[in-house]
Nanobody, 123 residues
């Protein structure tokens, strides 16, 4: 059983920055990839970014490339997402997800999920 706990959400003006964190606890055996998804009101959950166990491979949605950076600290079993130049369309609940093996941009591939943290970007 893996537990994922997100933190770092909040309210920010357009153009501002936030950093999200997700701490994993429990049985993260072997290679454990982690990622971020988000869901805006009335929309489906969508992929944002992901990172493999070593941190050497990352993936991003086109909408956040150049603005978001995902990283991880395996000593702390924690991933981070630095978000810069935030836009109102980045508003939503951000979920941390985890899976064994390589990362995926498909939410159905992830068995482990956090409760989510709200990010609101005002215009």
């Amino acid at each position: 059983q893996v537990q994922l706990v997100e933190s770092g959400g909040g309210l920010v003006q357009a153009g501002g920055s936030l950093r999200l964190s997700c701490a994993a606890s429990g049985r993260t055996t072997g290679s454990y990839a982690m990622g971020w998804f988000r869901q805006a009101p009335g929309k489906e959950r969508e992929f944002v970014a992901a990172i493999n166990w070593s941190g050497g491979r990352t993936g991003y949605a086109d909408s956040v490339k150049g603005r978001f950076t995902i990283s991880r600290d395996n000593a702390r079993n924690t991933i981070y997402q630095q978000m810069k130049n935030l836009k109102p369309e980045d508003t939503g609940v951000y979920y941390c997800a985890g899976k064994t093996g390589f990362y995926s941009d498909y939410d159905g591939a992830y068995p482990d999920w956090g409760q989510g943290t709200q990010v609101t970007v005002s215009s």
